[in-house]
């Protein structure tokens, strides 16, 4: 089922909270969405799961409007919300029995339902105690449970793993990327290497605009404008006749030896062109040895900050 965004905007007097945004995320794919605090993800989130109105724009889920058939949409999202908001004096089963019922879950079907996501998100350990009696780990666990209890059409996840310890962690990004496969998931956290582990695509919102929008591949091409290699030739005599060798090559722009390694170079590729052939065939041509070809990306974190720097 996928979510439309038509220019979303969402005002607090004077301040644009989200400035008129547009994107479609579809079924079948989890949407990694980012953003500095005050960027504008959470207000989205919220606006998508019909939890806040919109000051301007729309928000169509399946083909509904967000500003008419709010009941219908609510029944097929499933929200984890920043702040997980649970009752600590209630027992783990017994709390999940009262969200089905809540989603309307068929009772003949809640005990079956409740039991598959005990063991979908590791609760089966914990899952007679108290929600007050939990790690912050483990209610964050319940917190997955209660937002997929009914099987919803869509995910809507804000930091689904705070508080999750690293093996945690490893479970839900693989829960997460299996759901991704029959669900849309939108997915925000602020921890990178879980977006590239989880999400087929990344979206980075700051001061309530999308400054990027792509795979962490073409996020990193966008980024870097062009090829840049690091390169190892040994067997090659001196070394200006080889950096003057690699700069005769059409393709290469700069070539910048490693001070500390005689036989190390980056080579800056001009635009839309690779280096790496050529270089591969003068070396064959010269009897030299190539002993390394790296291409050197752009972190993630590198593009997150330039684009989110003001």
């Known amino acids: 089922m996928s979510i439309v965004v038509e220019n979303l905007t969402k ?145 809507i996840l804000d930091e689904p793993t705070t508080g999750l310890d690293p093996n945690q962690i490893v479970e839900i990004r693989k829960l997460i990327k299996e759901l991704g496969k029959e669900k849309t998931v939108v997915l925000s956290t602020h921890i990178l290497p879980e977006v590239e582990a989880t999400c087929d695509r990344i979206m980075i919102i700051n001061n309530g605009k999308i400054v990027a929008d792509g795979t962490s591949d073409m996020l990193r091409k966008q980024a870097q404008g062009q090829e840049i290699l690091r390169v190892q030739i040994s067997e090659a005599g001196d070394r200006d006749s080889v950096i003057s060798s690699l700069s005769g090559l059409e393709s290469v722009a700069l070539v910048d030896p490693v001070e500390d390694n005689n036989n190390t170079f980056i080579i800056n590729s001009n635009e839309n062109l690779s280096s790496r052939k050529p270089i591969f065939n003068l070396c064959v041509l010269n009897n030299w040895v190539l002993t390394e070809m790296t291409p050197i990306e752009t972190k993630l974190e590198d593009i997150f900050r330039e684009l989110t720097t003001n």
């Open 11 to 155: 005002k607090y007097g004077t301040q644009r909270a989200v400035d008129n945004i547009s994107f479609e995320v579809k079924t079948g794919e989890v949407l990694g969405f980012l953003g500095p605090n005050g960027a504008g993800k959470t207000t989205t989130m919220k606006i998508i799961t019909c939890f806040m109105a919109p000051s301007d724009g729309d928000i169509k889920v399946g083909g509904l409007s967000i500003h008419e058939h709010q009941d219908e949409i609510k029944k097929k999202i499933g929200y984890l919300p920043e702040n997980n908001p649970l009752y600590y004096d209630m027992l783990v089963l017994d709390y999940l029995e009262f969200v089905a019922n809540l989603q309307g879950v068929p009772k003949e079907k809640i005990q079956k339902r409740i039991a598959e996501m005990v063991v979908m998100t590791g609760l089966n350990v914990e899952k007679h105690k108290k929600i007050g009696e939990l790690s912050k780990g483990y209610r964050q666990r319940v917190g997955l449970a209660q937002a997929m209890i009914h099987d919803p059409e869509i995910l």
